[in-house]
């Protein structure tokens, strides 16, 4: 039997709080800049520094988050970057976490940060917190990790004895750090420490669609109400004329008929549109932790009693296949959302 017996962690070696900046298409992803407004308050309550890591083929917009309150931007900068390979991706930010130690890292929880986060907790030996809502620092100095528990009824505080002390916020769940035009510029480039993983290939990227459903300014949703795949047609043709994007509760993705990329709620997506179309979806705390901040929410619902109702603006009772037709009929007429 092998026993592996690790080195004490000395956990003072490790200062700092680090965020993972994420680009897409390279541009840098806005949760980056969430992160930055948490990170500034943690390293500052700690007297320590705020620095980013970029992984990218450019220079990906690392200036804007020097101006949005990252004291060192480190952009390792790479052409295999240019796919989102997870393995590499994690293989690189561990040895870089291993090499500044950081006492604190930060992730958003975007789909690429939930693949990631796990790879490098795991390669590092430490905890990792997914999803906080909220994160500080208490009286010892260490992070504490705050998120709902059990279907959201309790708020759990979390600790990790080792370092890093790992965590993944949602996007959009705090606010951005607003840019200093007069904030110092550090940038620094660095190389990979691992260019290649021969044991992953990628053999084609399979685009989800321009629109990221958490930017989406108007989403229509579908839940069980909707009974075959291809009346998900249906919503898709509301979206359109709306200029919005399809979600779906998790009874959809459950059934095969839509894929997680787009299921909104506590273990899918948290959006916060401006219209939200709930169709054929009971409203269950689940699905209502992932839209119920969306500044107007209408429901469509064959239940009068469904929960839903009781966090929409407005309500309509009837068979959604009558409803959303004549809602993307209607508005069809009037051009679109401006008349919402
Ligand atoms: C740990 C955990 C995590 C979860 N995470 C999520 C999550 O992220 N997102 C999520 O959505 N769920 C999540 N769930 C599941 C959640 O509890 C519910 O089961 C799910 O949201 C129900 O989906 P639904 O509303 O589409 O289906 P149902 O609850 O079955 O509701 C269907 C609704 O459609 C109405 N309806 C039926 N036919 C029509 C029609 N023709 N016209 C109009 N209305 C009609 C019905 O009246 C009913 O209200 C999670 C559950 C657990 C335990």
């Known amino acids: 039997m092998n026993i592996t017996q690790h080195e004490p962690q000395n956990n003072n070696e490790y200062r700092g709080v680090l965020i993972i900046g994420e680009t897409e298409r390279g541009n840098m992803h806005r949760v980056a800049y969430e992160l930055l407004n948490k990170g500034r308050g943690i390293a500052d309550a700690c007297g320590e520094n705020l620095s980013c890591l970029v992984l990218s083929t450019e220079n990906s917009g690392c200036e804007e988050l020097c101006k949005r309150g990252a004291d060192q931007v480190y952009l390792m900068k790479s052409p295999v970057f240019a796919a ?8 690189n930010i561990t040895a870089f976490i291993r090499e500044k130690k950081p006492a604190v890292v930060l992730i958003g929880a975007t789909h690429f940060g939930r693949s990631l986060a796990p790879r490098i907790a795991a390669a590092l030996e430490t905890g990792l917190t997914a999803d906080c809502t909220d994160l500080r620092i208490d009286e010892e100095g260490n992070l504490e990790q705050i998120r709902p528990a059990f279907s959201d009824n309790i708020l759990a505080h979390i600790k990790t004895i080792n370092r890093p002390q790992m965590a993944t916020v949602r996007y959009k769940e705090f606010r951005e750090a607003l ?27 399979i685009s989800i669609g321009d629109m990221d459903i958490t930017d989406a300014e108007v989403v229509v ?32 993705v459950d059934a095969g008929m839509a894929s997680s990329n787009i299921q909104i709620g506590y273990s899918g997506s948290r959006v916060k549109p401006k219209v939200y179309i709930a169709c054929g979806i009971s409203g269950a705390p689940q699905h209502l932790a992932g839209m119920k901040e969306s500044d107007l929410i209408i429901a469509i619902n064959n ?38």
Not at 84 to 91: Q, T
Not at 196 to 203: A, G, M, S, W
Not at 241 to 248: H, K, M, T
Request: proline residues 8%; negative net charge; charged residues 30%.
């Open 84 to 91: 989102p390979e997870e393995v590499l991706f994690a293989s």
């Open 179 to 205: 840019p200093d035009e007069n904030a110092d510029i550090r940038i620094q480039e660095i190389p990979p420490y691992i260019a290649e993983y021969p044991d992953v290939t990628i053999e084609k990227i």
């Open 221 to 252: 949703a579908g839940g069980r109400g909707i009974k075959r795949q291809e009346d998900l047609a249906l919503l898709w043709e509301l979206a359109q004329v709306l200029g919005g994007q399809v979600g779906v509760s998790r009874a959809l």
């Open 303 to 340: 239940d009068p009693s469904a929960p839903i109702f009781a966090v929409s603006d407005y309500g309509f009772i009837g068979d959604l296949y009558e409803i959303v037709p004549r809602l993307t009929e209607r508005f069809r007429k009037k051009g679109g959302c401006h008349e919402v």
